[in-house]
């Protein structure tokens, strides 16, 4: 018997033959349906050349991904300056021991596998034919005039077959920067036993080399083609760099892969990856990035398409159609789809999501005008019945109101406040006009408060806690929650593509994709955070700022209508977990549909393997804005955040969060329950490389078990051995 091998990075794709039936005998392991891979085995004879060492002709090592019962991809790539730049074929090995003396047949044909110059010289091989449940060994060898070069040597694990009852062990991960920090969390990934495969849910490279804000000093990554790159603080101590061409997108995984913890892993297991934004560029929204906040149109298809070229070339997936080969001469977002899903034997359905390619922008645009009134008096009446609290004065028409005083006296600090002039027209926030003349100084009187409580109230991007005319503050992070709900409300009613982030095509997919599982659970592995984080500042001393605010609408509270009509129709699956990564921290909870707290799921928020924690980014954050930095206590609400997450009534649905830590998640499905447990470092450890030193990091981890139980909606925690549920009706685990 033969296993085929498809060749998946070449020009053209060409099947090649085999007969298809499985793989050959075992060498004594057994599946994890406990029983032993059947068929025949091809000893190795001794009469091929012997195998030398070729680490150097393979410098990212090699790996393996989306594994399925009968198939798995393999992946390489080959470095030799010797052979000039033309393509080069490389020969796959297979085999069901380590040794390779238990060896799956491959014929002369399907063991070619191209590795064109087009795709970075990486190589792709579809391995189809073969036995569920079964542990496989491979290798690529590079045939040179002088010897044959073999790569290290590749385990991988097929998936069981769907009917088969058994349990699945998997371990998730995300957030892997590299700058200055050390992946000491894979460390502890490697220890966990039996593991079938692990699933990466994005920011698995950053694409800036060394941001000052929330990168670390130390090992980094230096791209050759500066020219071809965006540069920032052009010139100074900190000038960085962010990937935009090709080859900086390239010499980004190229750098990821040569951390010795990363390619163990890789080497061991395989992968189920998805990208989040840092693939591409922090917080974009499809092909656009966020870095200006508007100053500038960052909308870069060539740019996007480079980073989908080197994400396609370099991570081990398999895309559904074997002729698939990435084209950058189609249109973004017809050239790449990476929404899939992956079924475990009769317990596990993965259904993993894209949801950066298919979203609309922020609802709040970072160049927003502060000023600006996006829902006047009459429509907040209409959606609320009455006027809101969260509703401010503003007038009607500065360009007729008080014969245009305020139009002018705003007009001649355009300049000093560099804003645009153009904005400054129709209905303006009345509260906007008072703090700009008290910041420009102008000698014009206010609008006093008799006349504020004249004037019609609506809401502005300021009501929404905009006060800067270009930045992340009150668009991206930190957003007042009443406000930000109605204008979110008001968008999704005039136009539900605005909330709208996977897009039609890959929602419908989904939602027939969960609804149709046999599989007893249905986990879904997606970006970013689904439970709403919520802060209560309504006792903070200073005002405007003692308000109820989301931290973070890059992810799903931005979008929070298409949350809810998502969350309630999976109301109509059971046994739906999300596993999650994108914030740096760990969270246990059970995102509801607003008003409806019976319609839930379970989340589990896995941290970041190496990324500044959530915690100390907003401490950063902080500091590095004047605003807030100025705001007695703000640094220590930043170190403080779980207590405010957790601590109130303000998020029932979140039982547990870790915000100042780096780790992993590792989990083992059944027929019972969903068991997970957070492995936990402390940050510090992050920013030392423990290579050698597994014993003394093992202490390290802190370790945190959940459990969600089969025909429930709840999640439990363990408390030394028992397991209590989290209620969100009073707060607590009981």
């Known amino acids: ?239 960085y760099f962010a990937a935009s061409s090709l080859s900086n997108y390239r010499e980004l995984y190229r750098g990821y892969r040569s951390d010795p913890a990363l390619r163990r892993v890789h080497e061991s297991l395989p992968m189920i990856a998805i990208w989040d934004d840092h693939e591409f560029s922090d917080d974009c929204f499809g092909a656009t990035a966020t870095y200006f906040d508007g100053r500038v149109d960052e909308h870069d298809e060539a740019r996007r398409k480079h980073a989908n070229q080197a994400w396609f070339e370099y991570m081990p997936i398999d895309f559904g159609d074997d002729e698939f080969v990435y084209d950058p001469s189609k249109p973004y977002p017809q050239d790449i789809t990476i929404y899939r899903d992956f079924r475990f034997g009769k317990h596990l359905h993965l259904v993993m999501t894209d949801l950066r390619s298919y979203r609309p922008d922020h609802l709040i645009p970072e160049d927003g005008f502060p000023g600006a009134v996006v829902i006047d008096e009459a429509a907040l009446v209409e959606q609320f019945g009455s006027i809101p609290e969260f509703a401010t004065p503003y007038v009607e028409d500065i360009d007729a109101y008080q014969g245009g005083v305020y139009k002018d006296a705003l007009l001649a600090g355009a300049a000093e406040l560099a804003f645009d002039p153009a904005h400054l027209t129709g209905k303006i926030d009345a509260g906007f006009i008072n703090s700009t003349l008290a910041t420009l100084g102008d000698p014009t009187p206010p609008i006093d408060e008799a006349e504020l409580a004249t004037l019609p109230r609506g809401l502005s991007f300021l ?118 990564g994108d914030i740096h921290a760990f969270y246990a909870g059970t995102p509801m549909v607003a008003g409806a707290p019976e319609k839930k799921i379970v989340e589990l928020v896995g941290a970041g393997i190496s990324s500044t924690p959530f915690q100390s980014l907003l401490v950063l954050q902080v500091a590095a804005d004047p605003t807030l930095s100025s705001l007695p206590g703000a640094s220590m609400l930043a170190s403080a955040i779980d207590a405010l997450f957790t601590g109130t009534t303000t998020n029932p649905h979140l039982g547990f969060a870790d915000s100042s830590r780096n780790g992993f998640v590792s989990v083992v499905v059944d027929g019972a329950a969903v068991n997970a447990t957070f492995h936990m470092l402390s940050e510090d450890v992050s920013l030392t490389d423990y290579e050698g030193m597994d014993d003394a990091l093992a202490g390290k981890f802190k370790r945190e078990k959940f459990q969600v139980q089969a025909g429930q909606r709840d999640i439990f925690r363990d408390f030394s051995g028992t397991f209590k549920r989290w209620d969100p009706t009073v707060n607590m685990w009981v």
């Open 463 to 580: 009501g929404m806690g905009k006060r800067s005319f270009n930045g992340s503050i009150g668009a991206r992070y930190f957003v007042v929650k009443p406000a930000f709900d109605a204008w979110a409300a008001a968008r999704a009613a005039a136009e539900p593509a605005s909330v709208d982030v996977m897009g039609q095509a890959q929602r419908e997919w989904f939602l027939a994709t969960m609804k149709g599982s046999t599989a007893t659970w249905k986990v879904w592995g997606t970006e970013y955070t689904l439970m709403p984080l919520v802060i209560d500042l309504t006792s903070f001393p200073i005002e405007p700022y003692n308000q109820l605010y989301y931290m973070n609408v890059d992810q799903w509270d931005g979008f929070n209508p298409a949350r809810d009509a998502l969350l309630a129709e999976l109301q109509a699956v059971d046994n739906v977990v999300a596993i999650t």
């Open 1 to 239: 018997m033969r296993a085929t091998l498809v060749s998946v990075v070449s020009a053209g794709l060409s099947a090649c033959k085999g007969d298809g039936d499985g793989t050959t005998d075992s060498d004594g392991s057994t599946g994890t349906d406990g029983t032993e891979p059947t068929g025949s085995t091809a000893p190795t004879t001794g009469a091929e050349e012997p195998l030398l060492d070729g680490a150097a002709y393979f410098p990212q090592s090699v790996a393996s991904g989306d594994p399925r019962p009968d198939s798995v991809i393999l992946w390489t790539r080959v470095d030799d300056e010797a052979a000039g730049d033309g393509d080069l074929e490389l020969t796959v090995e297979l085999a069901l021991d380590p040794d390779f003396s238990m060896r799956v047949e491959l014929d002369a044909a399907s063991a070619a596998v191209p590795a064109r110059t087009m795709f970075d010289r990486c190589a792709k091989a579809k391995l189809k034919g073969l036995e569920p449940a079964t542990t496989y060994y491979y290798r690529f060898v590079h045939n040179r005039e002088d010897g044959r070069y073999g790569s290290a040597v590749g385990r991988t694990r097929t998936a069981p077959a769907s009917d088969a009852d058994v349990p699945i062990r998997f371990a998730y991960a995300s957030c892997q920067d590299y700058n200055g920090r050390y992946y000491n969390s894979y460390r502890g990934l490697l220890a966990q036993p039996d593991l079938d495969f692990f699933v990466h849910l994005g920011d698995y490279v950053y694409e800036t080399t060394g941001d000052p804000t929330f990168q670390a000093a130390g090992r980094g990554i230096a791209f050759s083609d500066t020219a071809g790159a965006i540069v920032f603080n052009e010139g100074t101590p900190e000038e």
